[in-house]
């Protein structure tokens, strides 16, 4: 899908309008309810483990490699609809659909429908930031899209508080006003959770489907053109980026022997990684097998499979750029937009390595129980999770308009270069109150980097590239992030005889990564940026 511009390109307007702010506080709403419906299961498990009979391998697979699988494959089609359809509308429709798995899983009596529950939630929240951030970019201007990426990591926040506070006080109060089974319909504390969760997206989604949608690009004086096909353009991503389907796409498309050989030979070179990476894993913790579905299933193999899964995913989606879409390659595929991914992906391993983990940490190191542990970190972590953005949202925006991209990464490497030094300290802390004390100061610090990086990435690429590019760094954070940082803290945890403790600061053993690809980044940004629209062109992209 070509781009068009005017003739000349119109200055960004300097004033968000009364629709981009309440545009801002219906998508910051819909990322909310994300976060929560997706967490809420952390603070559930261990009710969840009593009442059905499920194992931690097992609630482990529900909690990261099922939701990441399938979150991560459709964020791909579901970020090219968001670039050609109605994102209004869509992200609508996906709300209701997350809603409802979210709410089905209430009326679970074993693995199979929990696991079709976070099957449904990862296929609906797939839209969730590609539409998020590709409304938000149309409705702010670029010296204001720091406060407005803020506004989702305050939304981010609260949701992963609620998800701590509401499951654990709902599932108390339920349990303790109707004990054994007195229950109304013989419902447990958790599954009125899952159900109080998921309420609240119906009203929002209705709200959302009649918000006003935004012109594509026109803040930024870079129209797009009406897609003709958007669906077909989206079904052709999915054909494209899947296993097996994306063989047939090849030949239909005309590949090379040069392509098919980058493809069979990266196919190659991915399993051998994850074989070796199963192997070494094995060894270091070796686990239970999972039992599911009436299969025995060794949790390191199904760990390395998704994340060989998503590794092929990834490169499926490139090789389906340069056949159909050679802009979007050369703009996408620029050396400061793929390592600003990788930050973002390692450094949500560490944010999922210890908000996975650290209630059942509180529990287990001094004696909380889970109403208590959900009340107290729950809200900590949401307000000082709002509080960060607050901070860093103005601040980003202050260093760009005087240093330009290179403001933002020096926020982004300050904020990450010193977190593990405050991540060490605070969960060594001899007791909660100077847990809760050094928390506050590490979680500030931790959570000033999203709103400079997200606004780096998106102002990278295109309008119409904004979606793509969303769910392209959502497969690279999903795999980083929620597909390795939760399993690297528990097998760390498991080999050390259950000291989360530790296995939660080793998880910033990543760190010294960050900073050095920051250090890169910082050299190559403003060069990247000022040539985003000659790497555009020299593809035939009319801009």
């Known amino acids: 899908m070509a781009t068009t511009a005017t003739e000349e390109k119109m200055p960004p307007a300097a004033k968000v309008t009364s629709a981009g702010w309440y545009a801002l506080f219906l998508v910051s709403a819909a990322q909310a309810m994300s976060l929560l419906d997706r967490q809420i299961l952390s603070i559930l498990a261990p009710s969840i483990r009593a009442d059905l009979g499920i194992g931690d391998a097992e609630l482990g697979l529900l909690y ?32 209701l659909l997350w809603s409802f798995s979210a709410g089905l899983a209430a009326f679970a009596g074993g693995f ?39 506004a989702l990591g305050i939304a981010v926040a609260l949701g ?11 599932a108390d109060w339920w349990d303790t006003a109707y004990p054994g089974d007195s229950a109304p319909f013989g419902f447990s504390g958790w599954q009125i959770a899952f159900l109080v969760a998921s309420i609240p997206g119906v009203p929002l989604a209705w709200l959302i489907w009649r918000m006003r949608e935004p012109k594509r690009g026109a803040i930024d004086g870079i129209e797009s053109p009406e897609d003709p096909a958007p669906f077909r353009a ?28 980058i493809n069979l030979g990266g196919l190659a070179v991915i399993l051998a990684i994850c074989i070796t990476m199963t192997k070494v894993t094995q060894d270091f913790s070796p686990r239970p097998p999972v039992n599911a579905l009436g299969l025995s299933i060794d949790p390191h193999v199904l760990q390395w499979f998704v994340v ?94 005087r240093l330009g991209g290179q403001g933002r990464v020096w926020l982004t490497l300050a904020s990450l270069g010193i977190s593990p030094i405050f991540g060490i300290w605070t969960y060594s802390a001899a007791d909660p109150a100077s847990f809760y004390l050094r928390f ?14 997200y606004s780096l990435m998106y102002d990278l690429v295109l309008p119409r590239m904004r979606g793509i590019t969303s769910s392209t760094y959502i497969i690279v954070s999903t795999l980083l992030g929620l597909g390795m940082g939760p399993y690297f803290v528990g097998i760390v ?34 060069r990247d940026e000022s040539s985003m629209l000659d790497r555009a062109r020299a593809a035939g992209e009319l801009v």
């Open 64 to 95: 990261g490699t099922l939701f990441s699988l399938f979150y991560a494959l459709f964020s791909l089609p579901l970020g090219r609809l968001v670039d050609g359809w109605v994102r209004t509308k869509l992200l609508a429709i996906c709300l």
């Open 112 to 150: 199979l429908l929990l696991a079709i529950s976070r099957l449904g939630v990862g296929v609906g929240e797939a839209a969730t930031q590609p539409a998020a951030n590709s409304i938000i970019f149309d409705e702010f201007p670029r010296s204001k899209r720091g406060t407005a990426m803020a």
């Open 160 to 170: 992963l508080g609620l998800s701590m506070t509401l499951g654990g006080v709902v």
């Open 234 to 261: 989206s079904a052709a991503v999915l054909g494209a980026v899947t296993p097996g389907a994306n063989w047939f796409n090849l030949w239909t498309r005309g590949a090379g022997a040069r392509q098919w050989a």
């Open 308 to 401: 060989g899964f998503g590794m092929f995913v990834i490169l499926n989606l490139f090789q389906s750029f340069k056949l159909t879409d050679r802009a979007t390659y050369n703009v996408v595929l620029s050396p400061s937009l793929m390592l600003l991914m990788v930050v973002g992906g390692l450094q949500t391993s560490i944010n999922y390595g210890v908000m996975g983990f650290t209630p059942s940490f509180l529990i287990r190191e001094y004696g909380l129980s889970p109403a208590a542990t959900g009340v107290q970190f729950g809200l900590l972590a949401a307000g000082l999770g709002m509080l960060g953005p607050i901070i860093a949202g103005p601040l980003s925006d202050w260093l760009t308009a």
């Open 440 to 453: 506050t100061l590490y979680s500030l610090i931790l959570t000033l980097w999203l709103p400079p990086i």
């Open 493 to 526: 945890s498991d080999r050390n005889g259950g000291d989360l403790g530790q296995a939660i600061i080793s998880i910033n053993v990543v760190a010294p990564v960050i900073v050095v690809v920051l250090l890169i980044v910082l050299t190559r940004i403003n």
